[in-house]
T-cell receptor, first 115, second 117 residues
Framework: DAGVIQSPRHEVTEMGQEVTLRCKPI?????LFWYRQTMMRGLELLIY????????DSGMPEDRFSAKMPNASFSTLKIQPSEPRDSAVYFC?????????????FGEGSRLTVL | AQKITQTQPGMFVQEKEAVTLDCTYD???????LFWYKQPSSGEMIFLIY??????QNATEGRYSLNFQKARKSANLVISASQLGDSAMYFC??????????????FGTGTQLKVEL
């Protein structure tokens, strides 16, 4: 079975540029999460969706960040304009309340470097 | 609000020995789930084990077991017969159950485990 697929795996960009990170969750999962990982702040939940609807975006740092989930098989996290402090690994994860313990399955992450 | 505390930033263990990674939590939710994840140097997050707050027995998955002490609000991970491949960062996490919190996981800061020969 295919796991959570994220793209790009690595992104290097310059301050002020727009960055779009993409995620394809596991088929059949009804929850999708975006996390950010840095050395200083650890793993932070940015936003999560249930059945494509944003439920909690309180972790989104500021208006420069936005996330969408137009359908059950695709989500994007956009940063515009990007800043050096946005440099981090961004993880997408999906889960199903109907299967297992509801554990999150993570993608391999997108490592973002903003110069 | 939920909080996970992992007080050991780093741990060393000899190969084939057992090691315990500490995790304490704080929550006002009456029902919750506790998780452990492994993050090797390659960066992926790997689910290891789950314990529900109402489970009567401690969870076990192969060499992993969870020492759950509800009164103490602790959910320590025990790895038996450590292997070199166990060297990684380990995260404790929790989520509420039944209070509309979805599957939102709150993570601790992690413990870096190094297995030595």
């Amino acid at each position: 079975d295919a796991g959570v697929i994220q793209s790009p795996r690595h992104e290097v960009t310059e301050m002020g540029q727009e960055v779009t990170l993409r995620c394809k969750p596991i088929s059949g999962h009804n929850s999708l999460f975006w996390y950010r990982q840095t050395m200083m702040r650890g793993l932070e939940l940015l936003i999560y969706f249930n059945n494509n609807v944003p439920i909690d975006d309180s972790g989104m740092p500021e208006d420069r960040f936005s996330a969408k989930m137009p359908n059950a098989s695709f989500s994007t996290l956009k940063i515009q304009p990007s800043e050096p402090r946005d440099s981090a690994v961004y993880f997408c994860a999906s889960s199903s309340r109907d299967r297992g313990a509801g554990e999150l399955f993570f993608g391999e992450g997108s490592r973002l470097t903003v110069l | 609000a939920q909080k996970i505390t992992q007080t050991q930033p780093g741990m060393f263990v000899q190969e084939k020995e057992a090691v315990t990674l500490d995790c304490t939590y704080d929550t006002s939710d009456p029902s919750y789930g506790l998780f452990w994840y492994k993050q090797p140097s390659s960066g992926e997050m790997i689910f290891l084990i789950y314990q529900g707050s109402y489970d009567q027995q401690n969870a076990t998955e192969g060499r992993y077991s969870l020492n759950f002490q509800k009164a103490r609000k602790s959910a320590n991970l025990v790895i038996s017969a450590s292997q070199l491949g166990d060297s990684a960062m380990y995260f404790c996490a929790m989520r509420p159950i039944l209070t509309g919190g979805g599957n939102k996981l709150t993570f601790g800061t992690g413990t870096q485990l190094k297995v030595e020969l």
